[in-house]
């Protein structure tokens, strides 16, 4: 009779570990559909979802980082109950009260890409804002031989990606003391907004050595800017996409900082997956940061639709 008990209580244990087995819903939020960089992050979530059996909804603001509407979106998440979330703020401070609603309703939240001023978090996926922003300045400002007028391109002001990714900028231009920065305007990382930035800051300025855009959409938005004057520098962005890569290839771009889209995609899903499945999660990943250039880009020349999954080994050792 002991042993009879004994079984059953290990098979109702086996069931309750492989409740969550496979099967699970994710409801995963990026900031807009406008950016290369959150398309990748959407492929890398797919793909990580698809491998491990799983299924992803997405949730994206018609309108680009619209507070209202991704308040929205969460409190209809919310009624549907999806298994887990896993979470991009439009803004991190003011979509904390979402945050809120999420830990409320029980639901595990992975956040990834930009980190919410608070809120209880299964996990944090991401990559380090300060540094990317520090690496692709020195890589630029070297290039330049040190010396020479730059710009900053900011994304949108209030993003914790874009304060910490200027503040890199800012401190490499500190250990330069012969480059000059001449103006630091946004472009709300948007290309259109950067290459009418550009256009302006192009009349202002006849000489612009440099070109430091806190993304790759609007270092390319500046290029085009420079292309249609007749004008050359140097030009950064952050977050290795494709056209980054493509602009680098035919020398148009010096180098990009590799954000690890697809791989933020990924690893956030699997980390929402893994807790569900009752298997080990660190509670943060943060991705080194790496410049890409006319001598490394082989790598990275892959289409994300083509890419899979890195193994949850290989990331969290």
């Avoid at 549907?80 to 309703?105: E, Q, R």
């Avoid at 991705?287 to 790598?299: L, R």
């Avoid at 083509?306 to 949850?312: L, V």
């Amino acid at each position: 009779m002991k042993k009879s008990q004994f079984c059953l209580a290990a098979a109702i244990t086996v069931l309750a570990a492989s409740a969550h087995a496979d099967g699970e819903k994710v409801a995963f939020f990026t900031k807009n559909l406008t950016n290369p960089f959150f398309q990748v992050v959407r492929l890398g979530a797919d793909s990580a979802a698809k491998q491990m059996n799983a299924s992803v909804q997405h949730y994206v603001p018609t309108k680009p980082d619209s507070i209202p509407e991704q308040m929205s979106q969460i409190e209809d998440v919310i009624v549907k109950k999806p298994d887990a979330i896993v979470f991009t703020p439009v803004d991190y401070k003011a979509m904390v009260a979402g945050v809120s609603k999420m830990n409320a309703a029980g639901i595990p939240v992975v956040n990834v890409t930009d980190r919410s001023e608070s809120g209880n978090f299964v996990a944090f996926v991401g990559a380090n804002d300060f540094n990317l922003g520090l690496e692709t300045a020195r890589f630029m400002l070297k290039a330049m031989g040190g010396k020479g007028n730059v710009v900053i391109i900011e994304g949108v002001k209030a993003s914790l990606t874009n304060i910490d990714r200027v503040r890199g900028f800012k401190q490499a231009l500190g250990e330069f003391p012969n480059a000059k920065l001449v103006a630091s305007q946004p472009g709300n990382y948007q290309r259109i907004q950067a290459l009418q930035v550009m256009e302006n800051l192009m009349q202002s300025f006849p000489q612009i050595d440099g070109v430091l855009a806190a993304n790759d959409a609007m270092a390319t938005g500046v290029i085009e800017a420079m292309d249609a004057a007749n004008r050359k520098a140097l030009v950064i962005g952050i977050n290795g996409t494709k056209e980054a890569i493509d602009a680098i290839k035919a020398g148009k771009m010096l180098a990009t900082g590799e954000y690890a889209a697809f791989e933020q995609g990924c690893v956030s899903t699997m980390a929402a997956l893994r807790h569900l499945r009752k298997l080990p999660v660190v509670k943060e990943v943060v991705f080194p940061a790496s410049v890409v250039h006319k001598g490394n880009y082989q790598p990275y020349d892959i289409p994300a639709d083509k890419r899979s999954c890195p193994k949850w080994e290989d990331v969290v050792k």
